[in-house]
Structure formats: structure tokens, C-alpha cells
């Protein structure tokens, strides 16, 4: 396969691959302009002459999209396929439908639809640009039909590049465009579809050689045929019929053939994106002659995706025979002996909730081996749902949150009724809080759709009273058998059966920022009373243990953006489960955890003479900000902590966050001066960094006031050449600059510069 990249000076190389080296690429669908020459060929991508064409922006949109979905690659019918090698074209053809299916995303340019067709929203329609959308010239050629149904992932894109949305989200008015089943446009295997059926589909396509009428529909057949350009339509669907008849009699799959009741099965119709995974699982599991399975781990919303409407059929004699109220080790006996008939190779099983399996460490006693279960013949397919990161009976892929804002607006949009929220700022604001969980994102839509709150009250019930919220929410229709606090209450259960430690940890992040969380910033709660905690302090081996079983649990993720600059790994929490740690596992407030992460942040301060200081000040900001709401609501008992507000003050203030250092100084102040007294050099040290804090801030009489008490202070208690008094000394120099007493501040210099040489001597 010949896929383009583009170089950093915008050049377009071929790379060329084998099948089975085929990197992720992206694909662009689109209609050929009227005068052919003004597409960019092979020849003229070879050349490099092919930016004078008009066909080279569709080229460069592609490329455009591509990289902004970090892919590599690219690939465009017009220049990556030489059709001057009659060989090579006939072998394209062949495997077109193939390129479109394992493509990571297919670009649908419309050069006839704009963003902005229409003055306003004609009244039978959604967008203002449907009119022209539905007569686009794309949805009347015939190449575009398998375009449309191989890829997992089809956005349409305006002539101005803007995303109109994607095959899933638009998928009603398509089917209404079309014609085609809905479950076609949801990715269901094309053989489901009568071939009268899938011929109609291209009834009214045209082409512009007539024979490709027939060739363009070789990938939705699943034939191969050497291309006869000037045999004329006739001759070529007559060998299509051959091709497709010949495959009908080898197939004898339709004796096993099981009637599908669509009553037990989870709702679908609302399910959106996904694509990627969708994408790999097809790829992972037709095709094959073997048996092949997938494990679905992480977040769990896409295995009612997979069943799909299915024409009901008769079922088999073993299968009917089958008593439900006999010994349940028989049922799965004479179900497993079915499937392992030689000739039985179409079939598919989903085990679905797959969470608690038997491992090493696992001692719950409800924990199952699921090997019991899979039939033991080498053919069919598998699917498998869990949380735990530990199943590994087939190709693994992590489910993890939606990466795409526009992909939980269609959820939120869908699930609460809510038509048009693309553009509006707190439906926006919202799916960003819900950070990309889709059960999280139809427990909002459900309860949206049954009263008249906006997002932005929505948004903050969600953050002020979230348990409470979360109960009286109705159930979702595509999650009737779980909510987020009784999910997790469960995965939390199983997690705390095997490691101790792992549960306290969870718990305790509650009391930081979900973000950003390593083992060094937890290396001072060894002194916790907590035996637990004590032991995730011990070394690092434990803290891993500990934070591997979450993570296994898909409630942890490691955050490798700044992986490189520092040598600890970094954990995350997701949003909504951080959400349950504070409400529910946390419901009642633990003042004892609330200290010690404070004591945790403020003891794990860098100062500025340390290596990339300012960078784990960064990462300690967020969680400094998460605990200083504990102390405005008085929700931790502050004696003592005059240290850590010190500490603190240094971090707002070295990060410019000068109000708030302002506000942890004079805390810290307070609490010093009660402990340990107004002239005690820590005491000093607070004023001291007051009066620095009010410099900056431009109060130069209230730093002038803090200097001198602090210089008084150091005199008396250090000595007039001590290295602290000196420094104040120096403050003091550049604020008396600063307010043009310049005489005043040469004095200070002066008395400084000798006292700094003075101790120096003395170290030298």
C-alpha cells in the first residue's frame, strides 16, 4: 500500500508498505472535479507539480486533518495509485473496500456543501446546511458507497474544512439519504444483507466509466475480479453474480444460524463514536480462520455497540432442545458442545462484566476462572468486558475516556433531548467536567431530560452536591443495571479484598488534586498513624503494588506528559471517580487524611536553588489550591500548621500567585507569633517574606515596615552580620531604589556588600 506523508516544508513523499506493516493512516472520500486533469496524479506528486492543480487542497485538507488526529499518514485515490500500470490499478481496486475498512479515519470532503448554506435552519430540518447536504453530488456516485460503509470512523467536512459531523451523529438523515439500514451505517458485517438488498443500495449511483458501476461494488460483495475496462456493465455484473453465487454455496453457515431477540440487549441507538476501537476490534476479529477474542478493559460502554440489528433466522436442534431449568453445568456443556461443531465457525460470544477473575491475589471467593466457559474449539470469535487490566484471554485494547469533546456532546445531546448544544459554552463547560465518561455523561443526560435545569445549574449541583444528585437522577435506558456510585462502590469492594493498601490510597486522594499525583509527594506520611499508609510511605515498591491494582482497575491512569523530565511515574484520577472519592468515600470528612496531605504538599516545597524547582512547583500548585478550600471552611484544625502555611506562601508566590501567598504569610504569621513569639527567626522569616510579597505587590510602606521589623528582629536574635540580617539588609537597599531614596539604599548596599565579604572570609 502507497501512503503519503507530508514533510515539515510541506513536500508530499510515497511510502510504500506490505500488509502487514500497514501503519495507522487516515483516508480521504470525495467526488473528482468535472475536469480530471485538475486532480493531482502520481506522476505529478513524483514531480512535485501538482500545487498549481485544483485538486491540491483536497490533498492538503487531508493532510491538515491528519496530523491534527496524529496520524502520520494519509492516503488520496487521485495520486496514491499510479492508473497508468493497468496492474497495479486493477490490484487497487481490488482492495479498495479493504483500505477504507482498516483506515483509523475516513475525511468525507464536501466541495458542494458550506458550513454556511441557508440564512436560517429551514423548518423540516436540523442545520442549515441540510438542504444542500442531502443533494450533495457525493451521495449519487457510485464509489462512495463503500467510502461511506467500510470505514469504522466517517466525519463530513464543508467545503470550508469545518466538520459538519460524523456517520454516527448524522446517521438519521444519511439513512434517510440513502436508504441503507441503519445497522449498515453502524458498521454490521455487509454479509448480514440480502444481496438484492445490497445491490439497491447502488441503484441510483452513477459512474463515469460504466463498468465501474459493477467494480465499485466488488468490497461490498467480498469479491475479487480482474477489472476489463470495455466489456461494458453487463458482462462485469454477470461475472460479480458468479463471484457472489460462488461464495453463497460454500457458505452452509445459515444451518447454525440463531434466532436474536433485540429485548436482551442493551439499547444501542444512542451509542456514538468509538471509532477507533470499533475499528481494531473488526480488525482483530474477521478474517480469520482461527479463533480470535478481544478484551475490552477500562471504561466499559461499547460492547452493546457490537450487537446490532439481526435478521431473526431459525434456530439449530440443539439448541432448542436446550432446558433452562435443568443442572446449569449441562447447559453450558451442550451450549459449549455446539459451538464446537467443525463446521459452526460464525458465531460470537460476549462475556460481558467480566470483573472479578481468578488471579494471584485475587481471594475473593466468588472469583472465577472464565477458561470454564470458552469453548474449546480453534474457530469463532470472542469479546470480552472488564475492568480489570489483568484478563488477558485474547488481544487486549484499553477502553479509556472519550478523547473528543464533540463525541460528549453528542452523548449529552442524545440522552437528555437536548437538540443544537454544540456551540453552547456551559453544555461545553460540563462535558469537559465530566471529562469524556459516557456513563457519567448519560447519568447527566437523564436527568436533564426530565426537568427544565440548564447545564450551568446542572454544573453546579454536580459539584456542590454530587451524592445526592447522582441518587435521584433516573436511571439511564443503555445503563439500567448500574449508576457511578454503585459501580464503583463495587470495584472498590474488590480492591480493598486484595490490597489494603490500595483502598487507603484511593481514599486519600481525595485530598488532592486528581492530577498529578507520585510516590515522593507522599514520602511524609510515614509518620501517619494509619498502618496502611504507613506502609505505601515505606518504599516505592509498595506505593507501586498499591497504585498497579488501581490502575489494573481502570481507576488510575499513568500520565506520561512530563515522563521524560521527571524520573517518578505520574498518576491521574479520573474526574467523576475523584467526584466518588469525595462524596461517597469520603462522605465522612477525615480530618486526619486533610492534614496529611496538607503536610505532604508543604513538605515536598522545592526552593528555587533546587533543579527544576519551578516545574515541581507546577505540579504541587493544583493540589495546593484543592486543600486551601479545607482551610477557608475551617474544615482543618490549624494549630501547628503555621509551617506549612509558610511553605505554601512560598508557592503561591515564587508561581505569581501573590493574593494567595499573601493570605497562607499572614496565617502563618499568626500562628507563629502565638507558638513561638514575635522575634523568633522563624517568625522573622514569615515577615520577611511579607515584606518581600508586598515589594512585588507595590506596597512599598507596608515592606518597608515588614524589612524593619524583620532586621530589628535579626539583630537582636542573630547578630548584625548574620547572612539572614544581611539579607534583609539587601531588601531593604532595592526597596529604598525602588522608592527613589537612593542615598538611603546605598547605605544599605554598602553595609550589606562588607558583611557578605566578612562571612565569606570566614568560610573561605
Given at each position: 500500500m502507497r501512503l503519503l506523508e507530508r514533510k515539515p516544508n510541506g513536500d508530499l513523499v510515497f511510502r510504500e508498505f506490505t500488509d502487514k506493516?500497514?501503519?495507522?493512516?487516515?483516508?480521504?472520500?470525495?467526488?473528482?472535479?468535472?475536469?480530471?486533469?485538475?486532480?493531482?496524479?502520481?506522476?505529478?506528486?513524483?514531480?512535485?507539480?501538482?500545487?498549481?492543480?485544483?485538486?491540491?487542497?483536497?490533498?492538503?485538507?487531508?493532510?491538515?486533518?491528519?496530523?491534527?488526529?496524529?496520524?502520520?499518514?494519509?492516503?488520496?485515490?487521485?495520486?496514491?495509485?499510479?492508473?497508468?500500470?493497468?496492474?497495479?490499478?486493477?490490484?487497487?481496486?481490488?482492495?479498495?473496500?479493504?483500505?477504507?475498512?482498516?483506515?483509523?479515519?475516513?475525511?468525507?470532503?464536501?466541495?458542494?456543501?458550506?458550513?454556511?448554506?441557508?440564512?436560517?435552519?429551514?423548518?423540516?430540518?436540523?442545520?442549515?446546511?441540510?438542504?444542500?447536504?442531502?443533494?450533495?453530488?457525493?451521495?449519487?456516485?457510485?464509489?462512495?458507497?463503500?467510502?461511506?460503509?467500510?470505514?469504522?470512523?466517517?466525519?463530513?467536512?464543508?467545503?470550508?474544512?469545518?466538520?459538519?459531523?460524523?456517520?454516527?451523529?448524522?446517521?438519521?438523515?444519511?439513512?434517510?439519504?440513502?436508504?441503507?439500514?441503519?445497522?449498515?451505517?453502524?458498521?454490521?458485517?455487509?454479509?448480514?444483507?440480502?444481496?438484492?438488498?445490497?445491490?439497491?443500495?447502488?441503484?441510483?449511483?452513477?459512474?463515469?466509466?460504466?463498468?465501474?458501476?459493477?467494480?465499485?461494488?466488488?468490497?461490498?460483495?467480498?469479491?475479487?475480479?480482474?477489472?476489463?475496462?470495455?466489456?461494458?456493465?453487463?458482462?462485469?455484473?454477470?461475472?460479480?453474480?458468479?463471484?457472489?453465487?460462488?461464495?453463497?454455496?460454500?457458505?452452509?453457515?445459515?444451518?447454525?444460524?440463531?434466532?436474536?431477540?433485540?429485548?436482551?440487549?442493551?439499547?444501542?441507538?444512542?451509542?456514538?463514536?468509538?471509532?477507533?476501537?470499533?475499528?481494531?476490534?473488526?480488525?482483530?476479529?474477521?478474517?480469520?480462520?482461527?479463533?480470535?477474542?478481544?478484551?475490552?478493559?477500562?471504561?466499559?460502554?461499547?460492547?452493546?455497540?457490537?450487537?446490532?440489528?439481526?435478521?431473526?433466522?431459525?434456530?439449530?436442534?440443539?439448541?432448542?432442545?436446550?432446558?433452562?431449568?435443568?443442572?446449569?453445568?449441562?447447559?453450558?456443556?451442550?451450549?459449549?458442545?455446539?459451538?464446537?461443531?467443525?463446521?459452526?465457525t460464525r458465531w460470537l460470544i460476549i462475556y460481558d462484566n467480566y470483573d472479578n477473575p481468578r488471579t494471584p491475589g485475587n481471594l475473593d471467593h466468588s472469583a472465577f476462572n472464565i477458561r470454564g466457559f470458552l469453548p474449546r474449539a480453534d474457530h469463532g470469535s470472542i469479546i470480552i468486558t472488564t475492568r480489570s487490566a489483568k484478563v488477558s484471554q485474547g488481544h487486549r485494547i484499553h477502553v479509556q475516556k472519550l478523547p473528543n469533546i464533540h463525541e460528549g456532546l453528542e452523548i449529552l445531546s442524545n440522552t437528555s433531548k437536548r437538540e443544537n448544544i454544540e456551540n453552547n459554552c456551559n453544555a461545553i463547560a460540563l462535558v469537559k467536567e465530566l471529562d469524556g465518561l459516557p456513563l457519567a455523561l448519560s447519568a447527566a443526560g437523564a436527568y436533564l431530560e426530565h426537568v427544565t435545569t440548564s447545564f450551568s445549574d446542572y454544573l453546579r449541583l454536580y459539584k456542590a452536591s454530587w451524592l445526592k444528585l447522582q441518587m435521584t437522577s433516573p436511571q439511564s435506558s443503555s445503563y439500567e443495571d448500574r449508576s457511578l456510585y454503585t459501580t464503583w462502590q463495587i470495584t472498590f469492594d474488590r480492591i480493598e479484598q486484595q490490597n489494603a493498601a490500595s483502598a487507603k490510597l484511593l481514599k486519600l486522594w481525595a485530598y488532592f488534586n486528581k492530577q498529578d499525583v507520585w510516590f515522593e509527594l507522599l514520602r511524609y506520611t510515614n509518620s501517619a498513624d494509619d498502618k496502611w499508609i504507613q506502609h505505601l510511605a515505606e518504599d516505592e515498591l509498595n506505593f507501586d503494588e498499591a497504585v498497579a491494582l488501581l490502575c489494573s482497575f481502570g481507576l488510575v491512569n499513568i500520565d506520561r506528559s512530563l515522563q521524560q523530565q521527571f524520573a517518578s511515574k505520574r498518576y491521574s484520577v479520573h474526574s467523576c471517580v475523584h467526584s466518588w472519592t469525595v462524596f461517597v468515600l469520603n462522605k465522612k470528612w477525615d480530618e486526619g487524611l486533610a492534614r496529611l496531605a496538607l503536610t505532604c504538599v508543604a513538605s515536598s516545597v522545592p526552593s528555587t536553588n533546587e533543579k527544576d524547582w519551578w516545574l515541581f512547583q507546577q505540579r504541587l500548585l493544583q493540589h495546593a489550591t484543592r486543600q486551601d478550600l479545607f482551610i477557608v471552611d475551617g474544615k482543618v484544625d490549624i494549630k501547628g500548621l503555621d509551617w506549612v502555611f509558610h511553605n505554601l506562601g512560598n508557592l503561591y508566590f515564587h508561581q505569581g500567585k501573590l493574593a494567595e501567598a499573601k493570605k497562607m504569610y499572614i496565617r502563618a504569621l499568626q500562628g507563629k507569633e502565638e507558638a513561638f513569639g514575635p522575634d523568633h527567626t522563624s517568625t522573622l522569616d514569615t515577615v520577611n517574606n511579607l515584606g518581600i510579597l508586598y515589594s512585588d505587590q507595590g506596597k512599598l510602606a507596608e515592606a518597608e515596615k515588614m524589612y524593619i521589623r524583620a532586621l530589628q528582629g535579626y539583630e537582636e536574635a542573630l547578630g548584625p552580620d548574620h547572612t539572614s540580617t544581611l539579607d534583609t539588609v539587601n531588601n531593604l537597599g532595592i526597596l529604598y531604589k525602588n522608592q527613589g531614596k537612593l542615598a538611603e539604599a546605598e547605605k544599605m548596599y554598602i553595609r550589606a556588600l562588607q558583611g557578605y565579604e566578612h562571612a565569606l572570609e570566614h568560610l573561605l
Amino acid at each position: 500500500m502507497r501512503l503519503l506523508e507530508r514533510k515539515p516544508n510541506g513536500d508530499l513523499v510515497f511510502r510504500e508498505f506490505t500488509d502487514k506493516d500497514v501503519p495507522a493512516y487516515a483516508i480521504l472520500s470525495h467526488t473528482w472535479l468535472a475536469n480530471n486533469n485538475e486532480e493531482v496524479s502520481f506522476q505529478d506528486v513524483e514531480a512535485d507539480t501538482g500545487k498549481s492543480k485544483a485538486g491540491w487542497g483536497k490533498i492538503q485538507f487531508c493532510a491538515d486533518k491528519a496530523v491534527a488526529d496524529g496520524l502520520r499518514y494519509f492516503w488520496v485515490d487521485t495520486c496514491c495509485i499510479d492508473k497508468k500500470n493497468s496492474t497495479e490499478l486493477s490490484k487497487a481496486i481490488n482492495s479498495m473496500f479493504r483500505w477504507y475498512q482498516k483506515a483509523a479515519r475516513c475525511y468525507v470532503y464536501l466541495i458542494d456543501v458550506s458550513a454556511y448554506d441557508g440564512k436560517e435552519t429551514p423548518q423540516q430540518y436540523v442545520f442549515r446546511w441540510e438542504a444542500t447536504f442531502r443533494k450533495s453530488r457525493w451521495f449519487m456516485r457510485g464509489w462512495t458507497l463503500q467510502e461511506l460503509l467500510a470505514p469504522t470512523s466517517v466525519d463530513f467536512f464543508s467545503l470550508e474544512g469545518e466538520r459538519l459531523g460524523s456517520k454516527l451523529s448524522l446517521e438519521i438523515i444519511i439513512h434517510d439519504i440513502t436508504g441503507i439500514p441503519r445497522p449498515a451505517l453502524r458498521g454490521k458485517p455487509l454479509d448480514g444483507f440480502g444481496r438484492d438488498e445490497r445491490m439497491s443500495w447502488a441503484s441510483h449511483r452513477q459512474t463515469k466509466e460504466e463498468e465501474d458501476q459493477v467494480y465499485s461494488l466488488l468490497g461490498i460483495f467480498d469479491v475479487s475480479m480482474p477489472l476489463i475496462y470495455g466489456e461494458g456493465k453487463e458482462k462485469a455484473y454477470k461475472r460479480l453474480q458468479e463471484g457472489t453465487e460462488k461464495i453463497y454455496k460454500e457458505d452452509d453457515s445459515d444451518q447454525f444460524a440463531v434466532g436474536f431477540d433485540l429485548l436482551a440487549v442493551p439499547e444501542a441507538a444512542q451509542f456514538v463514536a468509538r471509532e477507533n476501537e470499533l475499528a481494531e476490534m473488526r480488525r482483530l476479529l474477521h478474517g480469520h480462520k482461527s479463533r480470535s477474542a478481544v478484551v475490552l478493559h477500562g471504561f466499559r460502554d461499547i460492547a452493546q455497540r457490537v450487537l446490532e440489528d439481526q435478521k431473526d433466522k431459525p434456530s439449530t436442534s440443539m439448541l432448542a432442545s436446550v432446558d433452562l431449568n435443568e443442572n446449569l453445568d449441562q447447559i453450558v456443556t451442550t451450549v459449549k458442545t455446539w459451538f464446537n461443531l467443525q463446521r459452526n465457525t460464525r458465531w460470537l460470544i460476549i462475556y460481558d462484566n467480566y470483573d472479578n477473575p481468578r488471579t494471584p491475589g485475587n481471594l475473593d471467593h466468588s472469583a472465577f476462572n472464565i477458561r470454564g466457559f470458552l469453548p474449546r474449539a480453534d474457530h469463532g470469535s470472542i469479546i470480552i468486558t472488564t475492568r480489570s487490566a489483568k484478563v488477558s484471554q485474547g488481544h487486549r485494547i484499553h477502553v479509556q475516556k472519550l478523547p473528543n469533546i464533540h463525541e460528549g456532546l453528542e452523548i449529552l445531546s442524545n440522552t437528555s433531548k437536548r437538540e443544537n448544544i454544540e456551540n453552547n459554552c456551559n453544555a461545553i463547560a460540563l462535558v469537559k467536567e465530566l471529562d469524556g465518561l459516557p456513563l457519567a455523561l448519560s447519568a447527566a443526560g437523564a436527568y436533564l431530560e426530565h426537568v427544565t435545569t440548564s447545564f450551568s445549574d446542572y454544573l453546579r449541583l454536580y459539584k456542590a452536591s454530587w451524592l445526592k444528585l447522582q441518587m435521584t437522577s433516573p436511571q439511564s435506558s443503555s445503563y439500567e443495571d448500574r449508576s457511578l456510585y454503585t459501580t464503583w462502590q463495587i470495584t472498590f469492594d474488590r480492591i480493598e479484598q486484595q490490597n489494603a493498601a490500595s483502598a487507603k490510597l484511593l481514599k486519600l486522594w481525595a485530598y488532592f488534586n486528581k492530577q498529578d499525583v507520585w510516590f515522593e509527594l507522599l514520602r511524609y506520611t510515614n509518620s501517619a498513624d494509619d498502618k496502611w499508609i504507613q506502609h505505601l510511605a515505606e518504599d516505592e515498591l509498595n506505593f507501586d503494588e498499591a497504585v498497579a491494582l488501581l490502575c489494573s482497575f481502570g481507576l488510575v491512569n499513568i500520565d506520561r506528559s512530563l515522563q521524560q523530565q521527571f524520573a517518578s511515574k505520574r498518576y491521574s484520577v479520573h474526574s467523576c471517580v475523584h467526584s466518588w472519592t469525595v462524596f461517597v468515600l469520603n462522605k465522612k470528612w477525615d480530618e486526619g487524611l486533610a492534614r496529611l496531605a496538607l503536610t505532604c504538599v508543604a513538605s515536598s516545597v522545592p526552593s528555587t536553588n533546587e533543579k527544576d524547582w519551578w516545574l515541581f512547583q507546577q505540579r504541587l500548585l493544583q493540589h495546593a489550591t484543592r486543600q486551601d478550600l479545607f482551610i477557608v471552611d475551617g474544615k482543618v484544625d490549624i494549630k501547628g500548621l503555621d509551617w506549612v502555611f509558610h511553605n505554601l506562601g512560598n508557592l503561591y508566590f515564587h508561581q505569581g500567585k501573590l493574593a494567595e501567598a499573601k493570605k497562607m504569610y499572614i496565617r502563618a504569621l499568626q500562628g507563629k507569633e502565638e507558638a513561638f513569639g514575635p522575634d523568633h527567626t522563624s517568625t522573622l522569616d514569615t515577615v520577611n517574606n511579607l515584606g518581600i510579597l508586598y515589594s512585588d505587590q507595590g506596597k512599598l510602606a507596608e515592606a518597608e515596615k515588614m524589612y524593619i521589623r524583620a532586621l530589628q528582629g535579626y539583630e537582636e536574635a542573630l547578630g548584625p552580620d548574620h547572612t539572614s540580617t544581611l539579607d534583609t539588609v539587601n531588601n531593604l537597599g532595592i526597596l529604598y531604589k525602588n522608592q527613589g531614596k537612593l542615598a538611603e539604599a546605598e547605605k544599605m548596599y554598602i553595609r550589606a556588600l562588607q558583611g557578605y565579604e566578612h562571612a565569606l572570609e570566614h568560610l573561605l
